[in-house]
DNA sequence: CATGTAATTTAGTCGAGCCTAAACCTTTGG
DNA sequence: CCAAAGGTTTAGGCTCGACTAAATTACATG
């Protein structure tokens, strides 16, 4: 009865760094399968010899699997904790939009040093403040507070075909002038867009946006998730949109622990 | 022109814990003339030897000067560093309070940490959310942006004469049970509090608060600032209330680096 | 004025996170 | 099928901020 009742508290509170990296490896691991050494160096600029050691200490506490030479993958344990983070971190990038009239631009990188600091009460009165968001500013997903996502994955402006009309969804937080020019031209999450034309071999792309008919280059569009309006989004069965160790072959076939 | 102009930039960002340092010492010095390794130590709760390497480290930086075995005080980059933590600090506190709901016995906590991860641009937003604020929930004064602060001096509630009334100011933000206690009997900033009695020798002490009459020990009288609301503060000439190295002997006179 | 006590500093250690340079796997292309 | 290339890990080091234990200093007091 004196033994503290340590349940399964999360033992002792994430470092910032720890914080950083299991975000960094879920990212990574959902688009790839597996986190590889040298992608979470370059997302966390850091040496990649920086990142095995730290994945060793990771590995330690039960936080990833690590298969030397093969990558990384969160344990349940690890995915916990980086869903927590990016709880926090959609929270608030939300709240300062909303509330405190931050240009979508700079939020990111204020939410990426408070969510590190502030405590699950701050928190929870701020997505109380806000109505319970379930996306932030950019159209990413809010995990809930007990760790579910929405983890379904959305066609790019690019693959659009001509003549469709699509509701933007999301666009990466991570480029500051990339999303202000998203806001020059209205390209918004919420906003409709049109493919109104296409040049061959990767050439501009010109879409209609309210009155406007901008055009922008297909590296742009590749940026951009979009949801069609037009059909319902799969009329086809239902494709459960395979979860885990099962690495999409996007352009860049990853390593997924093949004991 | 190739030069990136350092103007007075503060150098690298300051960490957490020299953050706190720096804050610590401040008060410390305010009290007593300059800040004692031990009491410096029992502040940030960690082992006196810890106390003298960092104070090696911030001497070297220009944060403080330190004469061996008889304290520390602040540079005036010091100063600067501190007081612009300690708005961060009380801004926060004012916003978690009057913006999300916060009881004041929370927010110091969550000011805590947050006052180092926020930036400036944060802080002043908040600030101007709130109309510049110029005390905190706890009636502590926030330094301007610039580093300007109140320094008066106030009497605490026990040294009100009996059949005097006066403004509560201020209470310390430490002790959150103290401050629920408070609350209860509605002794916060801007009360008008009036000294009923007093018991001999360190007695009880009979408060009138509206129409209730809390009866409180001298303890608590002693944490509680007040302002008189009868007569003005300070009828005799100006009393500059002497800032820097004059140790005003309060119950425990201290070393003021005499070379 | 000697000496005991309390405060302070020094000495030595540790873990977290980072780095560079060197060794080591895996993969791949000739 | 073998070697170069890339990616990864190991080895060795560094700074910050903490600790304990052992000097050292200041001060009070008899
Ligand atoms: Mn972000
Ligand atoms: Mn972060
Ligand atoms: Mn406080
Ligand atoms: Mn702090």
Redesign the interface.
């Known amino acids: 009865m004196t033994t503290p009742a340590r349940d399964h508290a999360s033992s002792p509170p994430l470092t910032e760094p720890v914080e950083d990296y299991l975000k960094a490896i879920y990212t990574l691991e959902r688009r790839f399968g597996a986190a590889a050494t040298s992608d979470v160096a370059s997302a966390l600029a850091v040496a990649p010899a920086s990142v095995t050691g730290m994945i060793r200490r990771l590995a330690s506490q039960g936080y990833v699997d690590h298969v030397p030479y093969r990558g990384v993958q969160l344990t349940a344990r690890g995915r916990r904790a980086a869903l927590r983070t990016i709880r926090r971190h959609r929270i608030l990038e939300s709240y ?1 939009t909303a ?4 240009p979508w631009d ?1 939020v990111h ?2 939410a990426e ?2 969510e ?4 699950d ?2 928190i929870e ?2 997505a109380t ?1 806000l109505g319970h968001p379930t996306a932030d500013p950019h159209g990413a997903p809010i995990p809930t507070a007990d760790g579910e996502v929405d983890e379904t994955a959305y066609r790019t402006l690019a693959e659009l075909p001509v003549g469709e009309t699509a509701r933007m969804l999301r666009v990466s937080d991570k480029n500051p002038s990339l999303l202000r020019y998203l806001a020059d031209i209205a390209l918004q999450p919420g906003a409709e867009v049109t493919m109104v034309a296409r040049a061959p071999f990767d050439g501009p792309i010109t879409l209609r946006i309210g009155d406007a008919e901008p055009v922008v280059g297909p590296n742009l569009a590749a940026q951009v998730l979009v949801e069609s309006i037009t059909s319902s989004p799969l009329p086809v069965a239902d494709a459960p949109s395979a979860t885990f160790p099962v690495s999409t072959p996007r352009s860049r076939a990853r390593k997924p622990t093949s004991r």
């Open positions: 300062l509330v405190l009239g931050y700079r990188d204020e040093r408070l590190h600091a502030a405590s009460e701050l009165r701020m403040a």
